[in-house]
């Protein structure tokens, strides 16, 4: 069981510069890049989240950022998840070291793979479907190698295998604040 009072063990969670909160989309990347340029200048930057999913690339370019950002200047980053953390707000989590995430109490994470809704028309000349369906497979298999970029993110410097959360992913995993502590997918829970 999580203390009460561990929130007193990181003050710098208390008042996260950046706090997003709905579907990851366009909206949710524009508040982020509007908060981020308003955060201090200088030390650590918090960013909290809540969402029950959304856009995988909004996650991967809102990621891209808090990497560039520690790349970049060498700043510390600090994620925070609140509630629910869910598909694409795991996504841009894992861009964050695992040794730098952090639950509120109660909070669960959401791992899936990603979904595709497609249909493939094939109408012409015979000659003409085979590069169709060659460009649909071209697109799930990128799409498979940007997912598990993405989950190798998420594992690195944890206690789970790549192979366990690829076996979990199908059937969305759905891990409860303390199991993703013990885990080591995030350092605490407060």
Same mark, same amino acid.
């Given at each position: 069981? *999580?203390?009460?009072? +561990?929130?007193?063990? %990181?003050?710098?969670?208390?008042?996260?510069? /950046?706090?997003?909160? &709905?579907?990851?989309?366009?909206?949710? %990347?524009?508040?982020?890049?509007? #908060?981020?340029?308003?955060?201090?200048?200088?030390?650590?930057?918090?960013?909290?989240?809540?969402?029950? &999913?959304?856009?995988?690339?909004?996650?991967? =370019?809102?990621?891209?950022?808090?990497?560039?950002?520690?790349? !970049?200047?060498?700043?510390?980053?600090?994620?925070? &998840?609140?509630?629910?953390? %869910?598909?694409? &707000? =795991? *996504? $841009?989590?894992?861009? $964050?070291?695992?040794?730098?995430?952090?639950? *509120?109490?109660?909070?669960?994470?959401? /791992?899936?793979?990603?979904?595709?809704?497609? *249909?493939? #028309?094939?109408?012409?000349?015979? +000659?003409?479907?085979?590069?169709?369906?060659?460009?649909k497979?071209?697109? /799930?298999?990128?799409?498979?190698?940007i #997912?598990d970029e993405?989950f190798?993110?998420?594992?690195?410097?944890? +206690?789970?295998?790549?192979?366990?959360?690829?076996?979990?992913?199908?059937?969305?995993w !759905? /891990?409860?604040?303390e199991?993703?502590?013990?885990?080591?997918?995030?350092?605490?829970?407060?």
């Amino acid at each position: 069981m *999580t203390d009460p009072n +561990n929130a007193r063990n %990181y003050p710098l969670l208390a008042a996260p510069h /950046i706090q997003l909160h &709905g579907p990851v989309n366009e909206m949710m %990347y524009a508040a982020f890049k509007d #908060q981020l340029a308003g955060a201090p200048a200088d030390g650590p930057i918090v960013v909290s989240l809540t969402t029950l &999913g959304g856009d995988p690339e909004m996650a991967r =370019a809102m990621g891209d950022s808090i990497r560039l950002l520690r790349d !970049y200047t060498g700043r510390e980053t600090l994620f925070l &998840g609140k509630v629910a953390v %869910y598909s694409a &707000g =795991a *996504t $841009f989590m894992s861009a $964050f070291p695992a040794d730098k995430r952090f639950l *509120t109490r109660n909070t669960r994470l959401m /791992i899936h793979e990603r979904i595709m809704n497609s *249909t493939v #028309q094939l109408s012409g000349p015979l +000659n003409t479907l085979s590069p169709v369906l060659l460009a649909k497979l071209n697109e /799930i298999e990128d799409s498979i190698r940007i #997912q598990d970029e993405g989950f190798a993110d998420l594992v690195r410097g944890t +206690n789970v295998a790549l192979s366990e959360l690829k076996a979990k992913a199908p059937s969305n995993w !759905y /891990i409860e604040a303390e199991e993703a502590r013990d885990l080591g997918l995030v350092l605490d829970v407060i």
